[in-house]
């Protein structure tokens, strides 16, 4: 069965602290991993496309990278404005549909 | 300012009452989709739309309809509302079905069926 994971559940990190988060995925055949910012109360807003293994892409603070089992969303020197739930989603090969995961929800304290 | 617009932002109903959330875009997307959002369960597809006149199932279609008259639009219809379908609705755009530029969310319709 097509899974995506998504770990941890929740992040507390204080300013400035480092961290990754983890989406594990178990498909078929990958066309694309995507990555998508959530704010209460919207639309979840996108991020990053990746479309193979060691690839990486980069915004402002936040970096994600791709193997084959796994991305990571690597988030550096955060700012509470990055305080959000991070949602990632796999787009699967045989068709049009995405799988996404449950969420990361990171909070960055000031 | 591009954007998909859903409405109504929130609605109450009681079981039975046909309702339609409506979702309108501006970006001229061939590509347009429905899901539904559950506390740990993420996001869910119900169905989308590859084009004027095409649509499809998507993981949880039960209980619902589209339909997709318009390239701009693409309601979501609930003949028959049940508790179940209580949850909060989003609906989506992109130029491609691949949505390699990304998606672009609706601000999301939070239904209540009591």
């Known amino acids: 069965e097509d899974q995506v994971t998504q770990s941890p559940e929740a992040l507390r990190l204080q300013e400035g602290e480092s961290s990754s988060l983890n989406c594990s995925y178990t498909v078929s055949g990958l066309r694309g991993l995507f990555w998508y910012r959530q704010d209460p109360g919207k639309g979840p807003e996108f991020l990053f496309t990746?479309?193979?293994?060691?690839e990486e892409k980069e915004k402002e603070r936040l970096k994600a990278t791709l193997t084959k089992k796994e991305s990571f969303l690597h988030i550096t020197a955060p700012k509470p404005e990055d305080s959000a739930t991070y949602l990632c989603?796999?787009?699967?090969?045989?068709?049009?549909?995405?799988?996404w995961g449950a969420g990361t929800k990171l909070i960055i304290k000031p | 300012e591009a954007q998909v617009t859903q409405n109504p932002r929130y609605l109450i109903t009681v079981t039975g009452k046909k309702l339609t959330v409506t979702c309108s875009q501006n970006?001229?997307?061939?590509?347009m989709s429905w899901y539904r959002q559950d506390p740990g369960l993420g996001l869910r597809q119900i169905y989308y739309?590859?084009?004027?006149?095409?649509?499809d199932k998507g993981d949880v279609p039960e209980g619902y309809k589209v339909s997709r008259k318009e390239k701009r639009n693409f309601p979501l219809i609930l003949e028959s509302p049940s508790p179940n379908q209580t949850s909060l609705y989003f609906c989506?755009?992109?130029?491609?079905?691949?949505?390699?530029?990304?998606?672009?969310f609706g601000s999301g319709t939070r239904l209540t069926v009591v």
């Open positions: 989603a796999v787009h699967l090969a045989s068709n049009y549909q995405l799988i």
């Open positions: 989506a755009s992109s130029s491609s079905p691949r949505g390699g530029d990304g998606y672009t």
């Open positions: 739309s590859m084009n004027v006149e095409v649509t």
């Open positions: 990746l479309y193979s293994a060691g």
């Open positions: 970006m001229n997307h061939e590509y």
